[in-house]
């Protein structure tokens, strides 16, 4: 498929809409992105970190899902705002939206009424808790609700949020996923459809081996830190005798027998099984701390290269971007960066992250035919912005 012939009208804001925007401009698409004017764009342009010293409106958090997209301002609580986004519909593949139930249709911007003119208009619709649901979905919420704070952090620690909105990342994911199914149904039947994910749905479909350990044994999991609930040792942090702290993991009893001969660990007996390896986890994590703890982190890489054992360092955040396979990631335009996040190694290089309103007279132009006078009417009465 020539993915530089869709055209993305992108009704969405903050990440995991705009991150399958992005995903289809790195495939090559034109991705339009209308923006609110109320709010001068995406909210994430001004959620900027301390350490961000700049008047841009091009934010770290906004650069990592809105790479090679065209930024049109439209106040869609105008009707000529709303005619307009609907022109582009008519002429677009696939919408993206991320309103809570109800804005799309008090907006005119829902399924129906911008598919009525385009009946191969596929329209992706994120909402926190599905179509009937009047609730915004947060990540942080939805990881409360559905269960990952809970098993997140140290048992005798308060549960904790992740780092990163994950739930929003997941599911921009499953939207990718349902685009790319419809477009292939289109291509057999040449009809549109109408597609609806919500993050707690998405949440709680990947809570994986967490979840069926509870439907099918009755227990509910809890806090262990890092470490995994069905296998020992993987995900544990040891630490090596130059105190760099580390991860291995060990899957089957065969790598354990490896990993035994490695650190000269004798008596095995007792921890031959993954099952003896789990019910006697934490004396066998007192062996292997002290064990750990007579060789450098680079004597143990080695040794478990040598037998085919994984083992990582625990990098920060600078570490990681010192690997070649990092660096490779990274998107770079003058002094703004951000990362890849369709990993194809020869998909098309996108553009920077636009300004907000940058596009609007160049797109409207383009793709609508509309004349400069009927563009300047329409920013004079405050229905595109430019």
């Known amino acids: 498929m020539d993915f ?3 055209t993305i009208l992108e009704l969405a804001s903050v990440l995991a809409g705009p991150s399958v925007g992005m995903f289809f401009a790195e495939l090559g698409a034109n991705v339009i992105k209308v923006e609110n004017p109320k709010t001068e764009g995406d909210i994430t342009r001004k959620w900027k970190s301390k350490n961000e010293k700049t008047n841009s409106d091009i934010s770290a958090y906004f650069s ?8 049109v301002g439209i106040d869609l609580a105008k009707k000529e705002g709303q005619d307009i986004v609907k ?3 008519d002429q677009s593949d696939i919408v993206i939206s991320s309103y809570k139930p109800g ?3 008090k907006l005119n911007v829902d399924y129906p009424t911008l598919s009525k003119d385009n009946s191969e208009l596929i329209y992706a619709q994120i909402t926190g808790y599905g179509d009937d649901d009047p609730r915004t979905g947060y990540d942080a919420i939805i990881q409360a609700e559905a269960g990952f704070m809970h098993i997140n952090g140290f048992p005798d620690k308060p549960p904790v949020k992740m780092p990163v909105a994950m739930v929003d990342i997941l599911t921009g994911h499953h939207v990718k996923e349902a685009i790319l199914i419809a477009l292939l149904e289109r291509r057999r039947n040449n009809s549109g459809k109408y597609i609806s994910i919500s993050l707690f749905d998405v949440a709680v479909s990947s809570l994986a081996n967490q979840a069926t350990n509870y439907l099918m044994t009755g227990h509910s999991p809890e806090r262990i830190g890092s470490e995994h609930p069905n296998i020992f040792p993987y995900g544990t942090i040891f630490r090596s005798k130059d105190h760099i702290d580390f991860v291995i993991a060990i899957t089957s009893d065969a790598q354990f027998e490896k990993l035994a001969e490695i650190i000269q660990f004798q008596d095995i007996g007792l921890f031959h099984s993954n099952d003896k390896r789990i019910r006697n986890k934490k004396k066998l994590q007192q062996l292997l701390a002290t064990a750990f703890l007579k060789f450098s982190f680079k ?7 040598k037998y085919h054992l994984p083992i990582g360092r625990v990098n920060d955040i600078p570490s990681v971007f ?3 396979q ?3 990631l990274i998107l770079k335009d003058n002094n703004i960066l951000g990362l890849k996040t369709f990993l194809q190694k020869n998909n098309p290089n996108p553009s920077k992250p636009p300004k907000y309103s940058e596009h609007s007279s160049e797109t409207l132009t383009k793709e609508l035919k509309l004349s400069k006078d009927e563009i300047l009417r329409a920013i004079k009465a ?3 912005f430019d």
Do not use: E, H, P, Y
């Not at 990592?64 to 930024?71: D, L, M, P």
């Not at 004597?299 to 290269?305: D, P």
């Open 4 to 6: 530089s012939k869709l």
């Open 64 to 71: 990592s899902a809105n790479w090679g997209k065209k930024s």
């Open 87 to 89: 022109k582009l519909a």
């Open 103 to 105: 804005d799309s249709k």
């Open 299 to 305: 004597t143990l890489s080695q040794q478990f290269l």
């Open 322 to 324: 010192k690997t070649d």
């Open 326 to 328: 990092a660096k490779r």
């Open 382 to 384: 405050k229905v595109i």
